[in-house]
T-cell receptor, first 115, second 114 residues
Framework: KQEVTQIPAALSVPEGENLVLNCSFTDSAIYNLQWFRQDPGKGLTSLLLIQSSQREQTSGRLNASLDKSSGRSTLYIAASQPGDSATYLC??????????????FGKGTKLSVIP | EAQVTQNPRYLITVTGKKLTVTCSQNMNHEYMSWYRQDPGLGLRQIYYSMNVEVTDKGDVPEGYKVSRKEKRNFPLILESPSPNQTSLYFCASQTSGGRADTQYFGPGTRLTVL
């Protein structure tokens, strides 16, 4: 059964710093890996999706990498801003049998960017 | 606007009183699912549906029912709610159950069972 771990659970950085969030997964037979953002009291917003055949994806100040062989993904945020403060979740998309796929989530990293 | 909607957003109820949380998407997505989010446990899948009339259990299905009679709707039913079902619930949808798709989430329903 797929397990996803995110370290650290919480991170506080001063505005303007570059930072890296880590995600690891136990079953390397994933189809894709997604990074989400969750604001307090809100739903999840998809940030980036990396296919299993890809090494990285970029969107603006965000860059996500994927290393299937080591079971790791990182989310790099450049020049952090207070508006980046949120909880970041990674989720591994794996085959769960009977022709269906399941998204397994990590518990998230709560990011605080201090002005 | 493409979106997943859930109702109600907040609900306080008592043990044993049947309730339904509705979920609707306007993107013609085939795949829909329900999750619950609890502190320290993260997001866990309750049920999912690959298409109309096709549903299956996720990781934590006990105490829940679902139905998928129309493509756009996927209600979550609690026949006899208990306090351990107090949680934040999310509905999500994606184009299909395939591997290339992004999941879109609703805004969440915060349920308290007294």
């Amino acid at each position: 059964k797929q397990e996803v771990t995110q370290i650290p659970a919480a991170l506080s950085v001063p505005e303007g710093e570059n930072l890296v969030l880590n995600c690891s997964f136990t079953d390397s037979a994933i189809y894709n890996l997604q990074w989400f953002r969750q604001d307090p009291g809100k739903g999840l917003t998809s940030l980036l999706l990396i296919q299993s055949s890809q090494r990285e994806q970029t969107s603006g100040r965000l860059n996500a990498s994927l290393d299937k062989s080591s079971g790791r993904s990182t989310l790099y945020i450049a020049a952090s801003q207070p508006g980046d403060s949120a909880t970041y979740l990674c989720a591994a998309h794996s085959y769960s049998g009977a022709g269906s796929y399941q998204l397994t989530f990590g518990k998230g990293t709560k990011l605080s960017v201090i002005p | 606007e493409a979106q997943v909607t859930q109702n109600p957003r907040y609900l306080i109820t008592v043990t044993g009183k049947k309730l339904t949380v509705t979920c609707s998407q306007n993107m013609n997505h085939e795949y829909m699912s329900w999750y619950r989010q609890d502190p320290g446990l993260g997001l866990r899948q309750i049920y999912y549906s690959m298409n109309v009339e096709v549903t299956d259990k996720g990781d934590v299905p006990e105490g829940y029912k679902v139905s998928r009679k129309e493509k756009r709707n996927f209600p979550l039913i609690l026949e006899s709610p208990s306090p351990n079902q107090t949680s934040l619930y999310f509905c999500a949808s994606q184009t299909s159950g395939g591997r290339a798709d992004t999941q879109y989430f609703g805004p969440g329903t915060r349920l308290t069972v007294l």
